[in-house]
Structure formats: structure tokens, C-alpha cells
């Protein structure tokens, strides 16, 4: 089975160029996270789709910041225009919701993320 | 609220010394699930354990133990015998089901271990 995949690996951009990044779940999950690691500080919640709804946006930074998940598989995560404190590991994530089983899903896979430099 | 703490910010050890990288957190749940995970120099995140709160029991697995202490809200992790390949950055995190059956994580600011020859 294939895990969470994120492309790109690695993305250089200017300061006020739009970058977007791809998130590809692992297949039948229907939560899918975004989550970033900036300025080597902790890895931070950004949002949480449940299909194609958000179902918390909290995390997310400003209005520069625009998550999709269009027909609820792959999400992206555009940031336009970007700045020098985007630059950071942008991660994905993705986990069952198995209530309907009866059961909880308390795992979440995690993508290898996303690099993004800003200069 | 939820939080995680790793007091440590970096720790440096020479080669086959042993290190435990602390990790104290905060919930309102009585169930909850703890993780540590792996940040190599590559940059991803690697998945070490996973414990849920209704087992106490303390895991090894190799040169990895891990001490879970609910009385204490502590999850401590200890390398035994270090090795330079585990260089990296080590987070602790916690996550709580939500009503929609996901679950948001949340992540201590991670501790730097250095490892030397």
C-alpha cells in the first residue's frame, strides 16, 4: 500500500511568488492534515479535512495560506504571495476514520514533506 | 489545553553513551495517544512508537525504550548505546480524537540530539 506522497520534495521560490504543494493521501482515508516546521521551532498544526471540508482551519497562518481538497483524495496548499517566514518543512498527513467499525483510528501517517525555501 | 514540552533543546553525547530525551504533556482527555518520532537531517518525519494512554506498559524495542508515566504526564524516551546515525531531531506529540473521528497532533519543539564519534 502506498504511504502519504507530497510533491515537491523541495521547492526555491522568491519572496512574493506563489508556491503550491501537493498532498496525496493514503488511499480510503479521509482525514488529511497539513502541518509545518518553520524557523526550526515545533511542528505546527495548520488544518484538517474531513473529505473535502475543512473541519479546523485553526492552525492556519493569515490569509496568504489557501488549503484545498477538491473531491475529497488530493489536498494543496498554496501560499501566495510567499514569504521569508514560509520557509520551513511543510507536512501532510492523513488517518482513518474508523468509528463507523467501531473501532478508533488513532494513527496518523505522515508524508516525507515538502522543503520550501523563500528568498 | 493540550501541550507538549521537551525541555531539552539539544543534547550532545559521544558514541555508546546512553541519553533519554524527556517529554512531559498536558491533556484533558482520558484518552489520548503519545508519539515519538525521528527527524533525520533528510527531513522527514519518522514514526518511532505510538502509546495510548490506557497502557502504561513501558516498551523496548532494540537500543529504544520508552517510560510512560501517566502520574507523572511524563514519556520519556532513552537511547541505549548511541550511535551517530541517531543524530537527528526527536519530537514528542500527543493527539486526541476529535468528534469527526480524526485526530489533530500536536508536537513538542523537539529535541536535538548529537551524537559523536
Known amino acids: 500500500e502506498a504511504g502519504v506522497t507530497q510533491f515537491p520534495s523541495h521547492s526555491v521560490i522568491e519572496k512574493g511568488q506563489t508556491v503550491t504543494l501537493r498532498c496525496d493521501p493514503i488511499?480510503?482515508?479521509?482525514?488529511l492534515y497539513w502541518y509545518r516546521r518553520v524557523m526550526g521551532k515545533e511542528i505546527k498544526f495548520l488544518l484538517h479535512?474531513?473529505?473535502?471540508?475543512?473541519?479546523?482551519e485553526s492552525g492556519m497562518p493569515n490569509n496568504r495560506f489557501l488549503a484545498e481538497r477538491t473531491g475529497g483524495t488530493y489536498s494543496t496548499l498554496k501560499v501566495q504571495p510567499a514569504e521569508l517566514e514560509d520557509s520551513g518543512v511543510y507536512f501532510c498527513?492523513?488517518?482513518?476514520?474508523?468509528?463507523?467499525?467501531?473501532?478508533?483510528?488513532?494513527?496518523?501517517?505522515f508524508g516525507p514533506g515538502t522543503r520550501l525555501t523563500v528568498t | 489545553a493540550q501541550k507538549v514540552t521537551q525541555a531539552q533543546t539539544e543534547i550532545s553525547v559521544v558514541e555508546k553513551e546512553d541519553v533519554t530525551l524527556d517529554c512531559v504533556y498536558e491533556?484533558?482527555?482520558?484518552?489520548?495517544?503519545l508519539f515519538w518520532y525521528k527527524q533525520p537531517p533528510s527531513g522527514e518525519l519518522v514514526f518511532l512508537i505510538r502509546?495510548?494512554?490506557?497502557?502504561?506498559q513501558n516498551e523496548i524495542s532494540g537500543r529504544y525504550s520508552w517510560n510512560f508515566q501517566k502520574s507523572t504526564s511524563s514519556f520519556n524516551f532513552t537511547i541505549t548505546a548511541s550511535q551517530v546515525v541517531d543524530s537527528a531531531v526527536y519530537f514528542c506529540?500527543?493527539?486526541?480524537?476529535?468528534?469527526?473521528?480524526?485526530?489533530?497532533?500536536?508536537f513538542g519543539a523537539g529535541t536535538r540530539l548529537f551524537v559523536k564519534a
Open positions: 498527513a492523513s488517518s482513518q476514520d474508523l468509528r463507523d467499525r467501531g473501532l478508533r483510528g488513532y494513527e496518523q501517517y
Open positions: 488511499s480510503g482515508h479521509d482525514n
Open positions: 479535512f474531513v473529505k473535502e471540508s475543512k473541519q479546523d
Open positions: 491533556t484533558r482527555d482520558t484518552t489520548y495517544y
Open positions: 502509546r495510548n494512554s490506557f497502557d502504561e
Open positions: 506529540a500527543l493527539s486526541e480524537e476529535g468528534y469527526t473521528g480524526g485526530f489533530k497532533t500536536i
